[in-house]
């Protein structure tokens, strides 16, 4: 079989070192197929758990007990880079949660059937925080265990979405909240029950990234984990 | 009954009539005076400063916040935001001549707290901006520069005898409003931890331990 283009095209294409247009053809649809064949193995596990809220309750509902380190960016407009915090979180179902920030401030925020006590460095010492925000905290926390169990629709104060590639986005239903918190974005990560990321958005400036790292899943934690400062 | 709280009202009428700045004695020859007017916390240039603010309310009430101040000496321009130690911005406010108010969230919204914060950060933070008016020494020894303001209240820079420093503002009538000095011997150059009191109607008590500073250039005009 002769080729019938004429040389002088192959000869240029040679010099500008373009493929001739079939072999190019030929060469999209093997890379398209690759790409395809890489995407399909990448994104079944997410596909199948953040499809709907159905699936995300089930996948998070048997999520035992998980524990993950965190990194913190506050985002202000005042800040040409961002106030960063590390910490360490554990939750396990149903409803017990450890929060504790290890820099720049230690602070420990304990949630165990109902009662909910944080403890914050002052000076060298860690002391019982009694503060102001204590009631916000108590609404945090709630939402945290919310999410956890990939409730991500429960909580009434809030329109949930749930957007391609497991995004969540989150929309305060009353003004007064907006005021607060525009929005917070949660991002599924591709393990069936785990969160990736969360953006509390305040407005169009000012807005704080966590980031989980190394999270590992488990069937239980021990209970000193949920009550002891220091276990 | 009414006698004793006659009298406990009567002394109260007297002891706010009767305040009033403490007496310096001015510097005689061959008085030796500090560099009293000289404090460390004072920012020379343009700077951020991030804090970790450790606050004591009346009734016990407290919490620890995160305070951000941008703080630019040669215009005496300031910049604050206050946070939970979560990141949720509470407070934040600009001052470049007037007051702008961005955000305020309760307890930080009440009347009086965004200028009063401001009025500490400018105290902590910038020299008065005129020279002092009087150096001499109060009656324990002290050095003192003082600068009175032009709404009454006035500030003294204070070296303790053999101690480190401490600003003190008084109101109009002389009663000492405020007071800040280092957490523990500084030496000489900026500390990194200040408390902060403040006296009178206002009852609080602040530590600010400085986590972060960097110095700026290019701000925005």
Same mark, same amino acid.
């Given at each position: 079989?002769?080729?019938?283009?004429?040389?002088?095209?192959?000869?240029?294409?040679?010099?500008?070192?373009?493929?001739?247009?079939?072999?190019?053809?030929?060469?999209?649809?093997?890379?398209?197929?690759?790409?395809?064949?890489?995407?399909?193995?990448?994104?079944?596990?997410?596909?199948?758990?953040?499809?709907?809220?159905?699936?995300?309750?089930?996948?998070?509902?048997?999520?035992?007990?998980?524990?993950?380190?965190?990194?913190?960016?506050?985002?202000?407009?005042?800040?040409?880079?961002?106030?960063?915090?590390?910490?360490?979180?554990?939750?396990?179902?149903?409803?017990?949660?450890?929060?504790?920030?290890?820099?720049?401030?230690?602070?420990?925020?304990?949630?165990?059937?109902?009662?909910?006590?944080?403890?914050?460095?002052?000076?060298?010492?860690?002391?019982?925080?009694?503060?102001?925000?204590?009631?916000?905290?108590? *609404?945090? *926390?709630?939402?945290?265990?919310?999410?956890?169990?990939?409730?991500?629709?429960?909580?009434?104060?809030?329109?949930?979405?749930?957007?391609?590639?497991?995004?969540?986005?989150?929309?305060?239903?009353?003004?007064?909240?907006?005021?607060?918190?525009?929005?917070?974005?949660?991002?599924?990560?591709?393990?069936?029950?785990?969160?990736?990321?969360?953006?509390?958005?305040?407005?169009?400036?000012?807005?704080?990234?966590?980031?989980?790292?190394?999270?590992?899943?488990?069937?239980?934690?021990?209970?000193?984990?949920?009550?002891?400062?220091?276990? | 009954?009414?006698?004793?709280?006659?009298?406990?009202?009567?002394? *109260?009428?007297?002891?706010?009539?009767?305040?009033?700045?403490?007496?310096?004695?001015?510097?005689?020859?061959?008085?030796?005076?500090?560099?009293?007017?000289?404090?460390?916390?004072?920012?020379?240039?343009?700077?951020?400063?991030?804090?970790?603010?450790?606050?004591?309310?009346?009734?016990?009430?407290?919490?620890?916040?995160?305070?951000?101040?941008?703080?630019?000496?040669?215009?005496?321009?300031?910049?604050?935001?206050?946070?939970?130690?979560?990141?949720?911005?509470?407070?934040?406010?600009?001052?470049?001549?007037?007051?702008?108010?961005?955000?305020?969230?309760?307890?930080?919204?009440?009347?009086?707290?965004?200028?009063?914060?401001?009025?500490?950060?400018?105290?902590?933070?910038?020299?008065?901006?005129?020279?002092?008016?009087?150096?001499?020494?109060?009656?324990?020894?002290?050095?003192?520069?003082?600068?009175?303001?032009?709404?009454?209240?006035?500030?003294?820079?204070?070296?303790?005898?053999?101690?480190?420093?401490?600003?003190?503002?008084?109101?109009?009538?002389?009663?000492?409003?405020?007071?800040?000095?280092?957490?523990?011997?500084?030496?000489?150059?900026?500390?990194?931890?200040?408390?902060?009191?403040?006296?009178?109607?206002?009852?609080?008590?602040?530590?600010?331990?400085?986590?972060?500073?960097?110095?700026?250039?290019?701000?925005?005009?």
């Amino acid at each position: 079989m002769t080729d019938p283009r004429p040389r002088a095209t192959h000869a240029a294409a040679a010099k500008l070192r373009i493929r001739p247009p079939g072999r190019r053809r030929a060469s999209r649809a093997a890379g398209l197929a690759a790409v395809l064949l890489l995407l399909l193995a990448a994104r079944p596990a997410r596909a199948d758990w953040t499809a709907s809220w159905d699936s995300i309750q089930a996948a998070a509902g048997a999520v035992q007990a998980v524990e993950a380190d965190f990194a913190q960016e506050k985002h202000l407009r005042i800040l040409s880079r961002p106030l960063t915090a590390t910490g360490r979180f554990a939750y396990r179902a149903p409803d017990a949660l450890r929060w504790e920030y290890r820099t720049p401030v230690r602070s420990v925020l304990l949630a165990a059937d109902g009662t909910v006590r944080r403890f914050v460095q002052r000076g060298d010492a860690l002391v019982a925080d009694d503060s102001l925000g204590m009631a916000a905290v108590q *609404v945090v *926390v709630q939402d945290l265990t919310r999410w956890l169990k990939g409730r991500f629709d429960a909580n009434p104060d809030f329109t949930a979405e749930l957007g391609a590639g497991g995004r969540v986005r989150l929309t305060p239903r009353r003004p007064e909240l907006a005021a607060v918190i525009a929005r917070i974005e949660l991002q599924l990560a591709a393990r069936p029950g785990v969160i990736e990321t969360v953006t509390i958005v305040e407005d169009d400036a000012n807005y704080t990234r966590l980031t989980f790292r190394d999270v590992r899943l488990s069937d239980t934690l021990p209970e000193a984990l949920f009550r002891v400062v220091d276990p | 009954m009414r006698r004793p709280a006659a009298a406990a009202a009567l002394l *109260v009428l007297c002891l706010a009539a009767c305040a009033r700045l403490p007496g310096l004695v001015p510097p005689g020859p061959g008085m030796d005076l500090p560099a009293a007017c000289e404090v460390p916390l004072f920012v020379t240039r343009p700077c951020r400063l991030v804090h970790a603010i450790e606050a004591e309310f009346a009734r016990g009430r407290g919490g620890v916040f995160m305070g951000v101040t941008v703080a630019d000496p040669g215009r005496r321009h300031l910049e604050a935001a206050l946070l939970t130690l979560e990141g949720l911005v509470l407070f934040e406010a600009r001052s470049h001549g007037a007051l702008q108010v961005q955000r305020h969230l309760p307890p930080f919204d009440r009347p009086g707290f965004a200028q009063g914060l401001f009025q500490d950060l400018e105290m902590l933070f910038f020299p008065p901006p005129e020279g002092p008016a009087l150096r001499g020494r109060l009656a324990d020894g002290s050095a003192v520069c003082r600068y009175p303001a032009g709404d009454g209240t006035t500030v003294d820079l204070v070296r303790p005898a053999g101690g480190d420093w401490e600003i003190r503002r008084y109101g109009a009538r002389g009663r000492l409003t405020r007071r800040a000095r280092p957490c523990r011997p500084a030496g000489p150059g900026p500390p990194d931890c200040v408390h902060l009191e403040a006296l009178g109607t206002a009852d609080y008590r602040l530590t600010l331990r400085l986590l972060e500073s960097e110095a700026l250039t290019g701000l925005e005009p």
